[in-house]
Each structure stands twice: as C-alpha cells, then as structure tokens.
C-alpha cells in the first residue's frame, strides 16, 4: 500500500473539510494500515461517538480504491490521539473476561452486537492468546446485529441444534465506533 498516497490523500480531505491537523503518520500493523492524525482539536475530528472519524476513514478508503484501482476497499485504520487503539484495548479486556465466564460455568455467551472490525479484534484475541486456547469463537446473525459467541472448544453441537448461547446484557461494547 502505497504510504505516500495515503497521507497526501488524507491531508487534502482534512484540509477539505476544514479540520486543523499537525501530522500524519501512516504504518502498517499485521495485514492493515494504521493512519495516526495529529491535531490540536481531536474531538472535533472524531466526532459524536466516532462518527466523523468513520466517515473520513470510508471516504479515505473509496479514494485509495479508486485511484490505485483497487478490487475491493483497502484495509486501513484512522486513528487520532489513540481513540481506536483505546476501543481495542476494551474490546480484547471484555473478550477476556466473557471468556473467564465461559470457563467457569461452561455456558456460551454471546457478546453485543458489534462491527466486523471488532469481531475480528475478538476472534484473532481468543486464537492468538496461548491462554485462551481451550476457546473458539463464531459469528451469529444478519447485519448490525451479528455478534461474536464464545464457547468452550469442548462443546460439540449436536446436528441440527441450534446455538442458544446467554446474552450478555451490559458487557460495555454498546458504544464501539467502527
């Protein structure tokens, strides 16, 4: 992915729009690009809940896409003043704690409803952590309303049986932004 483009590209549209920034620092991280926004005013730029952030990452995205002629959207990650990194960190710390849940009563539970981003976070968390190794986990649903289910490797579905895990009612992730 070409770095350059992605920081020219993502000034302009800051520029564009009137948002004050002092640097951008664009790297990638595992199979994504992170772009990093510096500015003196962070809120304004991340918005209600994130939602200005997001559509600037969209925009940024469809950009990318089409002058690199691209198939499909890049992957790439805005974050300003560590806002996404902080949603992450809380998306793994209740991953893990669903997941001591899980092994204490042999329950599945499922957790909100949440982004693909997020889901991903969850799933790579629980196969990646040496710890949690006696997990699995899998996406359920349609839509805005799919949601990651944490079951103990163990449990084997019988045919036919349809997955009725414990819904968690306030597990903190009501208010992820991507």
Do not use: C
Request: no cysteine; hydrophobic share 35%; proline share 4%.
């Amino acid at each position: 992915m070409n770095h350059d483009l992605i920081k020219t590209t993502l000034g302009q549209l800051l520029e564009h729009l009137n948002f004050v920034y002092t640097n951008i620092t664009v790297s990638n991280e595992e199979d994504y690009v992170r772009a990093e926004i510096e500015a003196p005013e962070p809120s304004r730029i991340i918005g209600w809940h994130g939602e200005t952030l997001n559509s600037i990452q969209q925009l940024l995205k469809a950009i990318i896409r089409t002058k690199e002629h691209l198939e499909r959207a890049p992957f790439i990650i805005l974050d300003i003043d560590d806002y996404r990194k902080m949603q992450e960190d809380k998306v793994r710390s209740i991953a893990q704690q669903k997941a001591d849940f899980v092994r204490r009563t042999g329950n599945r539970i499922a957790l909100a409803p949440m982004s693909p981003y997020f889901r991903r976070i969850v799933h790579l968390h629980i196969a990646n952590t040496p710890e949690l190794q006696d997990l699995s986990t899998m996406s359920t649903g349609e839509g805005d309303y799919r949601q990651v289910v944490l079951r103990l490797k163990e449990e084997k579905l019988k045919t036919g049986e349809e997955l009725a895990p414990v819904i968690a009612e306030d597990d903190g992730l009501e208010n992820l932004d991507i």
